[in-house]
């Protein structure tokens, strides 16, 4: 399969009919040679549905199976829980509930090899220096399926810099292993010196395992979308499909261009919403603090409106593990995972990693906004707690604008949906 990309030439992003055209033009040369028998679809989960993947996924689903190959489908799920079938028509629209196989990232994989220490240390610049295993969904390798599909959404994140790719695999597909020790690496490196950027240690690190355990052994079809979602409407502003790393590479380059605002100061209070459909748990709603803490002034207060934050971890091992630990900070944390009794927060890393990247480690205030969970449990793992309704009441998400608001004579800045982009002063970035 040659190398495709679709770029939108405007603003308005490309129409349905312009994206089933390419995904038809990079599966056509396979098609006609009847190359496809058993397809394997590796889409995003809810938590990224504006990323077009869900039509993408119902495009391809309905386009093979019409020529008679059998298709399944596996979202990434990683950590997170499993789509909901309500989750699942909204996004996937008629693909029948059945066909989703749902992934354990503790006991569905297998080992392809490790990441050597040496090179593990050489990328980290001495900061990790143990061997990274790589491990994925035993599906994903098996010979069964003549091709994989990986659709999902470039887009700025906290442990790997741009999200998808690679990430897709190793980490939403990925093992305990893998998804431990690579978050565990970005916290350590610094996630403000990752979030926005192409080759970081985390990326760097996946493109390793790529190149060592997937490139010629494995086909995989990456389709990777940059999006927007003004008003809540998805707007896909490119698409890039390929097999090797120049997808990546190119749909970054837009991404950086269409999901990074820079604010000229440092805000003093910015409110985010988290639409209760999209965020139920802390692990997904703290999107809210990693995505804005590099625009957050010294001394500031992020007001998180939360009406669908029901815990704190996607299972009880992990929640159990947030309520235990706290957001307390990057050195609290870290002094926490050398004690001697903290045996449960080394053997879940990703958590340690989360705990340090849901904390502001001090330089300005999280205030969560909830319905769920009481206050005295807000405040027992950090943060500062605050009724939704009263909030909600004073800082009206469905009257409020994206970006910059009066509200009773103080300005505030809103962001509508965190997972979207990433906030920068850019008086700070430079």
């Known amino acids: 399969m040659t190398e495709t990309f679709k770029i939108a030439a405007t603003d308005a992003g490309l129409t349905d009919d312009e994206i089933r055209a390419a995904l038809t033009q990079a599966l056509q040369p396979a098609l006609d040679a009847g190359e496809l028998r058993n397809v394997l679809i590796l889409p995003p989960d809810f938590t990224r549905f504006h990323s077009n993947a869900g039509f993408i996924t119902n495009f391809y689903y309905r386009f093979l ?69 790589v491990e994925v969904n035993k599906l994903v390798m098996d010979p069964k399926y003549d091709l994989v599909i990986s659709p999902g959404q470039v887009v700025p994140h906290e442990v790997i810099g741009m999200a998808n790719h690679a990430k897709n695999l190793f980490v939403g597909t990925g093992g305990s292993g893998m998804i431990n020790a690579s978050h565990m690496i970005g916290a350590v490196c610094g996630m403000e010196q990752a979030m926005g950027r192409d080759h970081t240690p985390v990326r760097r690190l996946f493109d390793y395992a790529m190149e060592h355990f997937i490139y010629g052994k494995r086909p995989i079809l990456f389709c990777l979308t940059v999006t927007t979602a003004p008003g809540g409407k998805i707007r896909t502003h490119g698409l890039f499909i390929g097999e090797g790393r120049n997808c990546l590479t190119e749909a970054v380059k837009l991404a950086q261009q269409k999901n ?9 209070k910015c409110v985010v919403y ?15 603090v990693y995505r804005t803490r590099m625009a957050m002034a010294d001394g500031g207060e992020l007001i998180i409106l939360a009406p669908g934050v029901e815990r704190f971890g996607e299972d009880a091992t992990v929640d159990k593990l947030i309520r235990k630990y706290g957001y307390r900070g990057r050195l609290h944390t870290l002094e926490a995972f050398q004690r001697p009794d903290a045996d449960d927060l080394r053997a879940n890393m990703g958590a340690a990693a ?15 906004c909830v319905k769920n969970i009481t206050k005295e449990e807000v405040e027992g793992v950090g943060f ?17 604008s994206y970006g910059y608001n009066t509200v ?12 979207l982009g990433l906030w920068i002063n850019r008086e700070r970035f430079n």
């Open 65 to 133: 199976s019409e020529r008679g190959v059998n298709v399944d489908i596996l979202p990434a799920l990683g950590t997170h829980v499993p789509v909901s079938e309500t989750q699942w028509k909204t996004m996937f629209g008629d693909i029948p509930f059945e066909k989703m196989i749902v992934h354990n990232w503790r006991t569905d994989v297998v080992k392809l090899g490790d990441i050597p220490a040496e090179a593990v240390e050489e990328i980290s610049g001495g900061l990790w220096k143990e061997s990274l295993p």
């Open 260 to 268: 990074v605002d820079y604010v000229e100061h440092g805000l003093k």
């Open 274 to 288: 988290l639409d209760p459909s999209e965020f139920t748990s802390t692990w997904l709603g703290n999107k809210a």
């Open 354 to 368: 989360h705990l340090i990247h849901g904390s502001s480690d001090g330089r300005f205030s999280i205030t969560y």
């Open 384 to 400: 500062k707690a605050a009724d939704y309704d009263e909030m909600a009441a004073k800082y009206d998400p469905s009257k409020l």
């Open 408 to 419: 009773d004579g103080e300005e505030i800045y809103f962001i509508p949906n965190p997972a």
